[in-house]
């Protein structure tokens, strides 16, 4: 019912940005919120950002300052701006729907709220 299509990844070489897009398909794109998770290979998938209905967001500590989540609601699609980019933020990065909208800031597992998932773009941060 919901697809996500995620795009922008690339490489770019440390201090560098990058803009990744997530188009969406289905119904009341407005009506929930969004997220970006990212997996290194061998490591587990872990948070990123989050923008819920209401516009309200919230990061990972360790991409705080660097990293900003918006959506365009007429185009149907969430970003994520990455400035100063690091090679730890190398990773395959997910988009993902909270339709049901079970997002709580305070879950252990926050993957857990999302229901939709993208296959993910490829960010690769040289030294």
């Known amino acids: 019912q919901v697809q996500l299509v995620e795009s922008g990844g690339g490489l770019v070489q440390a201090g560098g940005s990058l803009r990744l897009s997530c188009a969406v398909s289905?119904?009341?794109?407005?009506?929930?919120?969004m997220g970006w998770f990212r997996q290194a290979p061998g490591k587990e998938r872990e948070f990123v950002a989050f923008?819920?209905?209401?516009?309200?967001?919230y990061y990972a500590d360790f991409v705080k300052g660097r990293f900003t989540i918006s959506r365009d609601i007429p185009k149907n699609t969430v970003y994520l701006q990455m400035s100063s980019l690091k090679p730890e933020d190398t990773a395959v990065y997910y988009c993902?729907?909270?339709?049901?909208?079970?997002?709580?800031?305070?879950?252990?597992?926050?993957?857990?709220?999302?229901?939709?998932w993208g296959r993910g773009t490829q960010v690769t941060v040289s030294s």
């Open positions: 289905g119904p009341t794109f407005s009506r929930y919120g």
């Open positions: 923008v819920s209905w209401s516009d309200s967001t």
């Open positions: 993902a729907a909270d339709v049901s909208r079970r997002w709580s800031s305070s879950s252990r597992r926050k993957s857990d709220a999302f229901e939709y």
